[in-house]
């Protein structure tokens, strides 16, 4: 499977951004799929994840409220509504599918990873 974000962009603190990932070749439903992002001179951080049917998400402490991970099966697509936007958001953010039906927080549990589609955010 290979893995396309897209979505990123310039924005001003306060506004928002809709990130996509799309997935081709061998897709499956079956794992949980996870957005990171890793910001300059940061270590990559979980940001969003959600299960493999969309039952169950998560969220980083720091984007709770703000920020919504969905996943569209029809079309082998995860998304990340990103609202109420601030300067700490700026990053480059991943997409990534788990290795499991779960989406956990630790990147070593992801088996492939998207390419990244940079977000800045000026305040």
């Known amino acids: 499977v290979q893995l396309q974000a897209s979505g990123g962009g310039l924005v001003q603190a306060g506004g928002s951004l809709r990130l996509s990932c799309a997935a081709s070749?061998?897709?499956?439903?079956?794992?949980?799929m996870a957005w990171f992002r890793q910001a300059p001179g940061k270590e990559r951080a979980f940001v969003a994840g959600?299960?493999?049917?969309?039952?169950?998400?998560s969220y980083a402490d720091s984007v709770k409220g703000r920020f919504t991970i969905a996943r569209e099966y029809a079309a082998s697509t995860m998304y990340l509504q990103m609202n109420t936007l601030r300067p700490e958001d700026t990053a480059v953010y991943y997409c990534?599918?788990?290795?499991?039906?779960?989406?956990?927080?630790?990147?070593?549990?992801?088996?492939?990873w998207g390419q990244g589609t940079l977000v800045t955010v000026s305040s």
């Open positions: 990534a599918v788990a290795r499991q039906a779960v989406a956990g927080t630790d990147a070593a549990g992801y088996k492939t």
């Open positions: 070749g061998r897709t499956s439903s079956n794992n949980g």
């Open positions: 959600i299960s493999w049917n969309g039952r169950y998400t």
